[in-house]
């Protein structure tokens, strides 16, 4: 689907839901796709783009941003500790800070470069055993652990159980975006990202309608 049918049921979501189109960022994830998929969207105007690994993006993005000016990244797939200095290269926002032990080294390396990207916590809203996220429960500990590495949290970021109703999950972290004073809502992908507009979302991430299906790799 083109990106620019993407952007106009953004807009009438937006519409339908009383808020302006530009309250909600639309990221297109590019993780998995072919470079040519990629610079066709680039070459459409778009520049937001998500990735789901820093090994791939460091392998695709720099000669992108060598061509296309404006380029936004956002990481939405997990950070391993080892990882935190070559996204922080790369990465414009961080979609999953999700535990201590990366809260504390990413704050680390924050300090010492004089800059931090945008951090959401991704939240474990179905509170599934195979899934990353904070539990709900420990959301608010874990935000002052952040702040108290001095860590700026942006928002909040769920990805729901299949089998559940999304929009359920969406409202959940929207509370607790709001029970803790954070107004950033990651949250909606190609299936529901109409639902997740309706229910707050400020980021919304959408792959497969903008680029068709993935192609994995060998």
């Known amino acids: 689907m083109p990106i620019a049918d993407i952007q106009t049921r953004i807009e009438t979501a937006c519409q339908k839901a009383g808020r302006s189109a530009a309250s909600v960022e639309l990221i297109a994830v590019s993780k998995v796709q072919p470079d040519a998929?990629?610079?066709?969207?680039?070459q459409s105007g778009h520049r937001i783009f998500g990735e789901n690994r820093v090994q791939e993006a460091q392998g695709k993005w720099p000669t992108f941003k060598a061509q296309f000016s404006g380029v936004k990244l956002h990481l939405i797939g997990p950070l391993q500790s080892n990882k935190i200095k070559p996204a922080l290269e790369l990465f414009d926002a961080i979609h999953t800070l999700d535990r201590e032990k990366l809260a504390r080294k990413l704050a680390t390396e924050v300090q010492a470069r004089g800059n931090c990207p945008e951090l959401f916590i991704q939240?474990?809203?179905?509170e599934e055993?195979?899934?990353a996220g904070v539990l709900p429960a420990a959301l608010e500990a874990f935000i002052k652990t952040c702040q108290g590495f001095d860590l700026e949290i942006s928002g909040l970021m769920c990805i729901p159980p299949v089998e559940e109703e999304p929009s359920l999950h969406f409202a959940l972290l929207a509370k607790m975006a709001k029970e803790n004073g954070l107004s950033g809502l990651s949250m909606g992908m190609s299936s529901d990202f109409e639902s997740a507009i309706a229910l707050g979302a400020?980021?919304?991430?959408?792959?497969?309608?903008?680029?068709?299906?993935?192609?994995?790799?060998?």
């Not at 998929?37 to 680039?42: H, Q």
């Open 37 to 42: 998929r990629v610079e066709a969207v680039l």
């Open 123 to 126: 939240v474990n809203t179905g």
């Open 129 to 131: 055993p195979q899934k």
């Open 202 to 218: 400020t980021h919304i991430r959408v792959g497969s309608a903008i680029f068709g299906e993935r192609v994995k790799p060998d």
